[in-house]
């Protein structure tokens, strides 16, 4: 099995930044140039890069309301689809995160399913296992490694207690069931069980019989790829006809494409500036990402707190003071040392709830002023909504992979107007993934001694 030989094969929009970035790196280990947008690209832009096999949008739906998703997302589903692939993802995170009134992938996928030409009346397959990064599905039911232990996911220590979409049901037809009406079927490990022809078929009716969303199960590298061969299918198929399939899931589905066409390997990489200054903008409250910063501090980061409810005070004026106070403390770090860290730090028990989307803002608009003040060759970003934010905020056109460092969240090069932002490496990275030294390597990434193998290497079931 091998993708298209030309044109545009896949087009996907990220339902946040970091989950989005991962895609892009998995299609480049699958052969394809990709180019991440953060707005939605015109068929002329695309075609000034004609080498460009993969293209995606880079968006922030996982924050969204229903209602707001239904004004969001119609626009830059039509603009994909009319880049005329024959396959359009809507990329969710490996975690499933989503509620009915946030981040619901149920409507997402309704919007997406109304945006294709007769996209209704056909099966959605919906993929999220990625044994890559430590998810699995088996008979419906995803689990999730954590600090070296795999759990049902809502028994998972951090997503059962997700401040903003907390998992209370590991069954994925039933947390989904409570977002959507469309019905929802299941391909499992068993349907994906024995000879290749015979599960063909079998994965290939249950697709045909059903006009809502169908799961297949994704439980080890092998029932990865046999899913991968019925994306192909479909692919394939729209592909002859001129039409394009949609799918939902995580990077899954980009994994069991990859597995399938044997193209599964490390992406091209490009070269990686020189060691410089780094700054760390943590707006992740995941303990993976705590620890991360622990270890940045012990390897002689500076580190500038923040107060969360400060920077999101009701008031404007206190907020606007807070955040120009965090601003000025962040250039005078830079200032003094080449390893910034921008902290966000853990919610404090009892304390009132700070809104998650009015925090990336809050976010977006110190790391903003920052760099309208301080040249940063390299910016790091740690919560999957804040790098959405941020990277709008700074006016960032477009990212192109650099270097594989923790599966999901590589290094970039970012594409922008504005020559102090174009050709900036920057790292968008879940608050999940990585290792305890993620931040450290990152910094050190150019210099003489950094271990680049282990760097690309590093797996995430240390963190989960």
């Not at 700074?394 to 990212?399: D, F, S, V, Y």
Request: aromatic share 4%; hydrophobic share 45%; net charge negative.
């Amino acid at each position: 099995m091998q993708p298209p030989s030309e044109g545009v094969v896949v087009t996907f929009y990220g339902d946040d930044f970091t989950g989005s970035t991962d895609v892009m790196e998995t299609l480049e280990d699958a052969g394809l140039p990709t180019l991440l947008f953060l707005e939605p690209p015109t068929p002329e832009q695309v075609a000034e890069h004609p080498e460009v096999r993969a293209v995606g949008v880079a968006g922030i739906s996982r924050s969204l309301s229903p209602s707001e998703m239904a004004e969001e997302l119609p626009p830059v589903f039509a603009a994909l689809a009319r880049l005329e692939a024959p396959l359009l993802h809507y990329k969710i995170c490996s975690t499933f995160d989503s509620a009915p009134e946030i981040g619901s992938i149920g409507r997402a996928t309704e919007l997406l399913r109304e945006a294709v030409p007769g996209g209704r009346d056909r099966a959605t397959a919906l993929v999220v296992g990625v044994p890559q990064l430590g998810r699995w599905t088996a008979f419906g039911t995803l689990f999730a490694a954590f600090q070296g232990e795999v759990h049902r996911l809502d028994r998972h220590p951090a997503m059962r207690a997700h401040p903003i979409t907390p998992m209370h049901e590991a069954d994925v037809r039933l947390h989904l069931g409570a977002q959507t009406a469309l019905p929802i079927s299941l391909v499992d490990v068993f349907d994906l069980d024995g000879p290749d022809g015979e599960v063909a078929d079998r994965v290939d009716a249950t697709l045909a019989d059903s006009d809502g969303i169908v799961v297949l199960d994704v439980a080890d590298h092998e029932t990865q790829r046999r899913v991968g061969s019925a994306l192909h299918r479909l692919l394939e198929a729209a592909s002859t006809t001129g039409g394009t399939v949609v799918v939902v899931g995580s990077s899954g589905v980009e994994y069991a494409l990859g597995a399938a066409w044997g193209r599964q390997g490390h992406a091209a990489e490009r070269a990686v500036r020189p060691a410089g200054t780094t700054l760390v903008v943590s707006g992740s409250r995941a303990p993976a990402t705590q620890r991360q910063a622990e270890a940045a501090v012990a390897a002689g980061f500076a580190r500038v707190d923040l107060d969360p409810a400060a920077v999101t005070a009701e008031s404007a004026a206190d907020a606007e003071a807070a955040r120009a106070a965090v601003a000025a403390q962040t250039v005078a770090a830079l200032s003094a040392s080449d390893r910034v860290l921008l902290f966000t730090p853990p919610p404090v028990p009892g304390a009132p709830a700070v809104d998650g989307t009015r925090l990336s803002l809050a976010l977006a608009d110190i790391t903003r002023r920052v760099l309208d003040r301080v040249d940063i060759p390299r910016l790091v970003i740690a919560g999957g909504d804040t790098s959405g934010y941020v990277a709008k905020a700074l006016g960032i056109r477009a990212l192109r992979l650099v270097r594989r460092l923790a599966p999901g969240s590589p290094l970039c090069s970012a594409v922008s107007d504005d020559p102090r932002i174009d050709g900036m490496e920057l790292c968008l990275k879940g608050g999940q993934i990585g290792g305890p030294d993620y931040f450290v390597r990152i910094a050190e990434l150019g210099s003489d001694h950094v271990d680049t193998d282990d760097a690309r290497t590093e797996n995430a079931l240390a963190a989960g």
